[in-house]
C-alpha cells in the first residue's frame, strides 16, 4: 500500500519522502533521471564548486567528485524501508493514478508534484547555435572560454561571470533591466556590479539582445580567437550594438517543468507560472475545492514547478509543510520570510523587501547600515569589501530585512532570519553577545 505519490526526487520531492517516511507514510517517488534534481546535480552543487575551486580545471575535476558524493546520500536516505524508488517518469492518468512507461500503474490518497524547473531561452534568432548554451551545458565545458558572454544578470548570470572571470576568461553581461539581481537591494547590487567591473568585467544594463548571429571569417573582428565566433546583437539607449564571443551563457531565467498529462488530472497550471497552488501548496479547482477522486485524494506541487520561489531551499520546506498539513500537523514554517544568496565573489545575501520595495508599498522604515571596514574580522581575512543594510520598523524597531554584501554575507543574513521569524527587534539583535572577532559583529554595528 502506498500512502504518498511524488513526482521527482529533487530537492522539495527527497526531503518530503524522507520526512513522510520518518513520520510513518508509506512512499512512492519517481525519477527518471538522477536523484538530487538539477540542484545537486547541474545547479547549486557544481556551481558552488566552482566559487571554491582555485582553477577552472581544479573545478572541473571536483565537480563531479563532489556531486557523486552527495548524490550518494541522497540515494542512502531513499533506502529507508518507507520509501520505494522508481526509476522512470511518472504520468497522470486521473487525479488519483500514475503510470510508468513500463506500464506500472500506482494509486495514492495523496500525491505531490516536484518537477522542478528548466532554463528559459529568449526567443530571438540565433538560439540554436552550438555554441549558446545554458548552466547545464556550461558546466559540462572541459575548455575555458576566452571570452564568454552572458545574457541575463539574474543571480545565474553573475554568479557565472564572478567564477569565469576570475577564471580568466574575458566576460561580457548582457542585461535588460538597469541593474543587476533586482531581488537585491539597489544599493548592494551596483556595488557588486562594481567590484566585477573592476576586475575586469564588462556590462551593458538596459540592453535588450535582439539576435545572435554566427560570424563567418571576414566577419571576425577578434583574429586572435581560433574558436568559431557568435555575435550577439542588441539594442541599448537606441543604438544598436555587438559584442563577439566564443561561448553565450542564457541565462535568463528558469520556467516551470509541465507536463501535457497534468491536464489528465485536472491540474491547472500557466506555462510560464507554473502550477497554481493554495497557500499550503494544494492543488485547487474551479470551485475552490481539491482536485481528486475520490474524496479523500490530494494533489499537491512544490518547488519550482508552481513558480512561487524558485530556491531549493524553499521546495524543501514546502516539502516538509505539504506533508505536515497531510498529516494534521501544525508548524511554524513562514514562507513570506524565505533568505536568498547570491555566491559571488565577495557573496551577496538577502531576507525580507528591499529599500525599494518598502518605498513602493508604502511601508514605513527606518534604514541602518554598517559597513566590512570597520570590522576587525574582514579587515583581518583582507575582506574588507562590504556592507549591510538592515530595514527596521519606525515604531518599536522591528526587523523587516536585511541586504548584505561581503564575506560570508548568507551567512549573516541567516543569523537575520531568525530574528526576523522571531519577530525580533533592532535592540534585541544588538543586545544578543556576538563572538569577537567574527563578521557576524558588523550586524550589531549598524546605525
Avoid: W
Amino acid at each position: 500500500m502506498t500512502d504518498l505519490l511524488i513526482i521527482g526526487a529533487g530537492p522539495g520531492g527527497y526531503k518530503a519522502a524522507v520526512h513522510a517516511a520518518n513520520l510513518g507514510l508509506h512512499v512512492t517517488i519517481f525519477e527518471e533521471e538522477h536523484v538530487g534534481g538539477t540542484c545537486l546535480n547541474v545547479g547549486c552543487i557544481p556551481t558552488k564548486t566552482y566559487v571554491h575551486a582555485a582553477s577552472f580545471a581544479e573545478a572541473v575535476e571536483r565537480q563531479q567528485q563532489v556531486v557523486e558524493q552527495l548524490r550518494g546520500g541522497v540515494e542512502t536516505l531513499l533506502s529507508h524501508p518507507n520509501i520505494t524508488l522508481v526509476r522512470e517518469r511518472a504520468s497522470f492518468v486521473d487525479a488519483h493514478t500514475v503510470c510508468t512507461p513500463s506500464g506500472q500503474t500506482f494509486t495514492a490518497d495523496n500525491i505531490i508534484i516536484a518537477t522542478g524547473s528548466s532554463a528559459k531561452l529568449l526567443p530571438i534568432p540565433g538560439t540554436d547555435s552550438s555554441q549558446v548554451v545554458t548552466s547545464t551545458e556550461l558546466l559540462q565545458l572541459r575548455e575555458l572560454p576566452r571570452r564568454l558572454c552572458i545574457i541575463g544578470a539574474g543571480v545565474i548570470g553573475m554568479e557565472f561571470a564572478s567564477v569565469f572571470q576570475r577564471f580568466g576568461s574575458e566576460v561580457t553581461v548582457i542585461e535588460y533591466l538597469k541593474e543587476c539581481l533586482p531581488m537585491l537591494d539597489s544599493d548592494i547590487a551596483k556595488r557588486l556590479r562594481k567590484q566585477l567591473e573592476k576586475r575586469g568585467a564588462t556590462f551593458y544594463m538596459g540592453a535588450g539582445v535582439k539576435e545572435i548571429r554566427q560570424l563567418k571569417n571576414e566577419e571576425i573582428g577578434d583574429v586572435e580567437s581560433s574558436n568559431p565566433s557568435v555575435s550577439v546583437l542588441f539594442e541599448q539607449k537606441g543604438k544598436e550594438r555587438a559584442v563577439e564571443a566564443d561561448v553565450i551563457l542564457m541565462a535568463t531565467g528558469r520556467k516551470p517543468n509541465i507536463s501535457p498529462d497534468f491536464a489528465n488530472a485536472g491540474i491547472s497550471f500557466d506555462e510560464r507560472r507554473g502550477i497554481s497552488v493554495n497557500d499550503d501548496f494544494e492543488v485547487p479547482v474551479s470551485d475552490g475545492s481539491s482536485v481528486g477522486t475520490p474524496p479523500r485524494s490530494r494533489i499537491f506541487a512544490i518547488g519550482d514547478v508552481n513558480g512561487r520561489q524558485m530556491l531549493a531551499h524553499a521546495a524543501e520546506m514546502q516539502g516538509i509543510h505539504v506533508v505536515n498539513h497531510i498529516l494534521g500537523r501544525e508548524d511554524g514554517i513562514r514562507f513570506d520570510i524565505m533568505p536568498a544568496a547570491i555566491f559571488t565573489n565577495p557573496e551577496a545575501a538577502c531576507v525580507g523587501p528591499s529599500e525599494e520595495q518598502l518605498k513602493e508599498a508604502d511601508t514605513p522604515y527606518e534604514c541602518h547600515k554598517a559597513f566590512y571596514r570597520a570590522n576587525g574580522k574582514a579587515l583581518a581575512m583582507n575582506e574588507s569589501e562590504g556592507m549591510v543594510k538592515l530595514c527596521t520598523a519606525p515604531d518599536e524597531g522591528r526587523i523587516l530585512s536585511a541586504h548584505v554584501y561581503g564575506a560570508h554575507a548568507a551567512d549573516l543574513v541567516q543569523e537575520v532570519t531568525a530574528y526576523i521569524t522571531l519577530g525580533a527587534t533592532l535592540r534585541q539583535l544588538r543586545d544578543t553577545v556576538h563572538i569577537h572577532p567574527t563578521l557576524s559583529e558588523v550586524l550589531i554595528e549598524v546605525n
